[in-house]
């Protein structure tokens, strides 16, 4: 199975700031068709995951551009441009490229300093 | 609008039979091209894939768990069901049914989810 590994795993941001997180995978997710499956996910406090970002960098529709995510093979980053207080939650990459199993990161839990 | 409830016990004894029913509504479960999935996370933790079952009744699980757990479709009542053996303490967890577009890119419809505890 794939590993994925986040960083930081608690990440206190003060409101306005940039925020980052890294995501590294255990091996490529370069898929045979060119894509790269590695897709972003925030879940707020009791409530379901939300998907974020998928394909490294492409945002799902109703998600603010202050949201990007960079990165190739096995080395990614989710990046907050200013956090504001809804982004309070945990976030975790996944990655699809390797199903199955899909397998998710640790999770990073983002809280307001 | 597509929704997903879970359901089933919320308490169950080690050793046991997990199961668990996910009712879907605003959609049939018949439709073709997507998959039906479970996802767990124990409390406090992160997220671990359980498996999917294909519209076309393939089924796909986690390695991990594969050795203990079934998923299945009742189109009838537009359902799927989760069934995981032997369980215990480990195993509880708030578990997620969801609808799936694509594992690849993550696209899931997901659930409420439901605490199943695993104790005597």
């Known amino acids: 199975d794939v590993v994925m590994t986040q960083s930081p795993l608690s990440l206190p941001v003060t409101l306005g700031q940039p925020a980052s997180i890294s995501c590294r995978s255990s091996?490529?997710?370069?898929?045979?068709?060119?894509?790269?499956?590695l897709n972003w996910f925030q879940q707020r406090p009791g409530q379901s995951p939300r998907r974020l970002i998928y394909?490294?960098?492409d945002r799902d529709s109703g998600v603010p551009d202050r949201f990007s995510g960079s990165g190739s093979g096995t080395d990614f980053t989710l990046k907050i441009s200013r956090v504001e207080a809804e982004d309070v939650g945990v976030y975790y990459c996944?990655?699809?490229?390797?199903?199955?199993?899909?397998?998710f990161g640790q999770g990073t839990r983002l809280e307001i300093k | 609008q597509l929704q997903l409830q879970e359901s089933g016990p919320g308490l169950v004894k080690p050793s046991e039979t997990l199961s668990l029913t996910c009712t879907v509504s605003?959609?049939?479960?018949?439709?073709?091209?997507?998959?039906w999935g479970w996802i767990r996370q124990p409390p406090g933790k992160g997220l671990e894939w359980i498996g999917s079952?294909?519209?076309?009744?393939?089924?796909y699980y986690n390695p991990s768990l594969k050795s203990r757990v079934t998923i299945s479709v009742d189109t009838s009542k537009n359902q799927f069901s989760l069934k995981l053996s032997s369980v215990t303490a480990a195993d509880t967890a708030l578990y997620y049914c969801?609808?799936?577009?694509?594992?690849?890119?993550?696209?899931?419809?997901w659930g409420q989810g439901t605490l199943v505890t695993v104790s005597s």
């Open positions: 969801a609808r799936v577009a694509s594992h690849y890119s993550g696209n899931y419809h």
């Open positions: 605003g959609g049939s479960i018949s439709s073709s091209s997507y998959y």
């Open positions: 079952i294909y519209y076309s009744g393939s089924t």
């Open positions: 091996q490529s997710l370069v898929y045979s068709d060119g894509n790269t499956y």
């Open positions: 394909k490294v960098s």
């Open positions: 996944m990655q699809g490229t390797h199903w199955p199993p899909i397998t």
